[in-house]
């Protein structure tokens, strides 16, 4: 499968409950770095996959793809509706009900036919803004 389908494919996995989809490409030496956590291993993003699905109940991806050789590029949104606890440096946040749509991009490294690393940015003010755990930002 091209890079570029391969990726397709995981988020496709991704967006299903448990994420078993996206798990099953990984390479054994996989990482995934966000502004949220950086884990390691197909064990330790399992575990970061199903706590965010625990937090954000029914998450979608909508994204352009765009590769070069063993790298592709993702840009799009995630949305998702904050429906459980979610874990935060300063305690637990209770569900908000809400469901933020965030934009985001994402570099995707593949190897030898898996997924070797995911390394996704966004913005973190607009989620918590999103959440309603910030406030509206002041226009001039």
């Known amino acids: 499968m091209e890079p570029k389908e391969l990726v397709r494919e995981a988020l496709r996995g991704l967006d299903q ?7 099953a490409l990984l390479s054994d030496d996989a990482e995934l770095v966000s502004p949220l956590a950086t884990v390691r291993g197909p064990d330790e993003i399992r575990e970061f996959i199903s706590g965010m699905h625990a937090t954000f109940s029914d998450w979608e991806h909508a994204v352009t793809l765009e590769s070069a050789g063993d790298v592709v590029v993702a840009e799009g949104t995630w949305s998702g509706t904050h429906t459980g606890p979610m874990p935060s440096p300063t305690g637990e946040i209770p569900p908000t009900g809400r469901r933020p749509t965030i934009p985001f991009a994402g570099i995707v490294r593949v190897r030898e036919g898996r997924i070797a690393s995911v390394h996704n940015y966004f913005d973190q003010i607009a989620f918590m803004t999103q959440l309603g755990l910030m406030p509206e930002p002041a226009t001039a």
């Open 17 to 23: 409950p448990g994420g078993e989809g996206f798990l």
